[in-house]
C-alpha cells in the first residue's frame, strides 16, 4: 500500500515538473520545445494545472509558433466548455488576427449581449480584466476603459496585468508618460514580467527616452526570442537604413513563427529599403 502511495505520489509530482517546465521553455522564448512539453503534460491526463488554463496556454503557444488555425479551433472548445471571459478574449483576438471577421464580430456582439450579465457575477481579477479587453474590443473609449482599470488596480493592487493593460490603453492614446508608469509598476509587482518590459520599451522608443535601451537589453536577457524585441530591433535597424541586418531580426522571428503578420509585413518594407540602396 505504501509503495502503491509512493508510486502515485513520484507520478503526481513528475507531472507537476513538466508543466512547470514547459512554462519556464515559454518564458525563455523556446516556443517549440513548450509547445512539445505541454502536449506531454495533456497527453499523461493528469496536472496540477487546471484543465481550461492548461489548454489555454496550449492555445497561446500554438498561436506562437504560427499554428494559428489549430489554436483557434482549440480556443473554440475552449470557449465551448468553459465561457469564461478569459477564453473568449483570446478567441476573440485569434480570429482578429486570422482576419475572420464575421466570428470576430459575431462573438463580440454576443458577449456586447451578456456583457450585463456577465457583470453580476463576482468574476476574479483575471476575468474582469477580460471584461475590460472585451470592451476595447468593442470600441470603448479609452479614458472610460483606463477608468475601469484604475477601479480594478484599487481592488486589487498586486495583479500585474491590469497595470499592463491600462499601460497598453495608454500607448495605443500616445500617452507614452502614462504609458511608461502603468508598465513599471506592474514591473515592480512582477519584475520578470515581459509584457510589461515589452510594453516599457515601446513606450520610450515612442517618447525618444534614453532608457529604452537598458529595457530592451533586460528584455532580451530573459527572453532573447520575444517576439516583440525581434520586431523593436528590426524596425530600429530598418529606421538606421541597416536592411540585411533588420532582416536577420525577422527571419529569426520567422523562423520561430512563420505566419507573424507583422515581421512578414516588416521583411517587405526591408526587401525595398535593400532594393533603393543596392
Not at 489555454?56 to 482549440?74: H, P, T
Not at 478574449?89 to 449581449?113: C, K, N, P, Q
Request: hydrophobic content about 45%.
Amino acid at each position: 500500500m505504501h509503495t502503491r502511495l509512493l508510486v502515485s505520489t513520484l507520478l503526481l509530482f513528475a507531472v507537476a515538473v513538466q508543466a512547470q517546465d514547459y512554462r519556464a521553455l515559454w518564458q525563455r522564448g523556446e516556443y517549440a520545445r513548450a509547445v512539445e512539453e505541454v502536449e506531454r503534460v495533456i497527453e499523461a491526463g493528469d496536472s496540477d494545472v487546471r484543465v481550461s488554463v492548461l489548454y489555454g496556454d496550449y492555445a497561446d503557444l500554438l498561436f506562437a509558433v504560427g499554428r494559428v488555425d489549430e489554436a483557434i479551433v482549440l480556443s473554440e472548445n475552449i470557449v465551448s466548455n468553459y465561457p469564461l471571459p478569459s477564453h473568449i478574449v483570446r478567441l476573440t483576438s485569434f480570429y482578429h488576427y486570422r482576419g475572420r471577421r464575421a466570428e470576430y464580430r459575431e462573438l463580440l456582439d454576443l458577449i456586447g449581449r451578456q456583457m450585463e450579465r456577465l457583470r453580476s457575477y463576482r468574476l476574479d481579477e483575471e476575468e474582469q480584466l477580460a471584461i475590460g479587453q472585451l470592451l476595447e474590443m468593442q470600441g470603448e473609449d479609452p479614458q472610460a476603459l483606463l477608468a475601469y482599470y484604475e477601479r480594478l488596480m484599487d481592488e486589487y493592487p498586486a495583479y500585474a496585468p491590469l497595470r499592463v493593460a491600462a499601460g497598453d490603453v495608454a500607448l495605443a492614446r500616445r500617452s507614452f508618460a502614462v504609458a511608461a508608469r502603468h508598465y513599471g509598476q506592474a514591473l515592480e509587482l512582477a519584475g520578470e514580467y515581459q509584457r510589461a518590459l515589452a510594453g516599457l520599451t515601446e513606450a520610450y522608443r515612442a517618447s525618444g527616452d534614453p532608457r529604452e535601451s537598458d529595457a530592451l537589453e533586460r528584455l532580451r536577457g530573459f527572453n532573447p526570442h520575444h517576439p516583440r524585441l525581434r520586431l523593436l530591433n528590426a524596425e530600429r535597424l530598418l529606421d538606421l537604413g541597416e536592411a540585411d541586418a533588420g532582416l536577420a531580426e525577422l527571419d529569426s522571428l520567422l523562423a520561430i513563427n512563420p505566419q507573424h503578420t507583422r515581421a512578414l509585413a516588416l521583411k517587405g518594407a526591408a526587401f525595398f529599403l535593400q532594393d533603393e540602396h543596392g
